[in-house]
């Protein structure tokens, strides 16, 4: 049997993550209301009157669902099933179904949109709990909301993104004011496809398999120039901004090869963008110590480490590219010296381009969630299955 290359890291990666797990379930609890606090600053101290978002909670539920299918801890999948009932009892919109985007600090509706981005989220995470405990309930859920978003949001790519609470298109599609102007981004076609690819695996759907493939299409095709990713178009699928993100290139790299693996389909143009991808975003690791953010000042943000990390290990596993594995390991040094709080818990926000911490930034929040590091964590487990462990 081949060495795993990465044993020396498992043991770190699985206790990295369980901190992240007890630090989620010490701090971001409220032991007086009915769920979790909508923000944690980095002295871990709440923010009483913060939103509560629906991805975050969706990352919640996936995160700890994950989670306990690895590590078995009851209180894992018991903080998977409490993010559950919040999101079934205070985001669910009963009578025109799917799940608001933000709720007040007391759980009223705070915006009653209906985004595709934050749907994908929820289904990804119900796949996770399914996974996690071969419910039938939670697969049925899934199931449920395939259906919602194929009925008001396709069933043509790319998917419409943004409706208002009885799934009429708003004027603006915009997740945040900071994004321009668009009609469809890479960000939600992309995670949408990640929470189809997760269903596929456990609901091999004709329909569901079409879509896939068009979403991935659509991805290498129309949002695929000049070696990046356009992140915004408007409807005739034209850029409205220039900006490139490094980390989701990589992400973009790996989920697509993902999505041709649990699919078993060959496309040999997605299959060249994806290490191209691969190769620049390593490229660019080096020459900035870590992955820059297109914002102003940029940043390097805890999302687009972990992503790396994630990227680089399974392009390595599809190629033995052993470049690739040592940018993995490159890529956690920056992590475990810069983004992870050694002394008080989970990781930062990020840091600046001198990787000075970013004060002002949230630990845990609208925005940030677990996901991204849990996920990047767990990677061993995918090694070991390759290796034949």
């Not at 129309?222 to 220039?242: C, F, G, N």
Request: charged share 20%; proline share 5%.
């Amino acid at each position: 049997m081949p060495i795993n290359p990465l044993n020396a890291l498992t043991d770190r990666w699985r206790k990295a993550c369980l901190d992240i797990l007890h630090w989620w379930m010490t701090y971001a609890i409220d032991r007086a209301g009915p769920g979790f606090y909508g923000e944690v600053n980095n002295l871990n101290l709440p923010g009483f009157s913060a939103p509560k978002g629906l991805v975050m909670h969706a990352r919640i539920l996936w995160s700890f669902a994950t989670a306990y299918a690895y590590f078995r801890e009851e209180a894992l999948i018991e903080t998977a099933y409490l993010a559950e009932q919040i999101l079934e009892q205070y985001f669910h919109d009963t009578r025109y179904e799917g799940y608001y985007w933000k709720l007040h600090a007391d759980y009223q509706i705070a915006d009653s949109r209906k985004m595709l981005y934050g749907q994908a989220f929820v289904l990804y995470a119900y796949v996770a709990l399914f996974q996690a405990t071969h419910h039938p309930r939670w697969l049925s859920k899934a199931c449920a909301l395939f259906e919602t978003i194929e009925q008001h949001c396709g069933p043509f790519v790319p998917y419409n993104e943004a409706f208002n609470e009885s799934w009429q298109i708003p004027a603006d599609s915009r997740l945040d004011v900071h994004e321009p102007q668009f009609a469809y981004s890479l960000n939600a076609q992309l995670h949408l496809m990640e929470a189809y690819t997760a269903l596929y695996k456990v609901y091999p759907d004709t329909r569901l398999l079409q879509r896939l493939l068009q979403l991935g299409a659509f991805i290498q095709e129309k949002l695929y120039s000049s070696s990046h990713l356009i992140l915004w178009v408007d409807r005739s699928l034209q850029p409205v901004s220039q900006a490139f993100s490094p980390g989701h290139e990589i992400e973009t790299a790996w989920l697509l090869m993902d999505m041709l693996e649990h699919t078993q389909q060959t496309n040999e143009k997605i299959k060249r963008m994806a290490f191209r991808l691969g190769y620049q975003v390593r490229q660019h690791m080096h020459a900035h110590d870590g992955l820059m953010e297109p914002i102003v000042p940029a940043e390097k943000q805890w999302w687009a480490q972990a992503e790396a990390m994630t990227g680089f290990l399974r392009l390595y596993i599809l190629s033995h590219d052993k470049a690739f594995l040592q940018a993995t390991a490159y890529m956690w040094r920056l992590i475990d010296r810069y983004f992870i709080d050694h002394t008080r818990g989970e990781w930062f926000w990020g840091v600046d381009e001198h990787n000075q911490i970013l004060p002002h930034r949230y630990k845990a929040g609208f925005w940030k969630g677990p996901y991204h590091a849990v996920r990047a964590l767990l990677q061993p487990s995918i090694v070991d299955k390759t290796n034949g462990g």
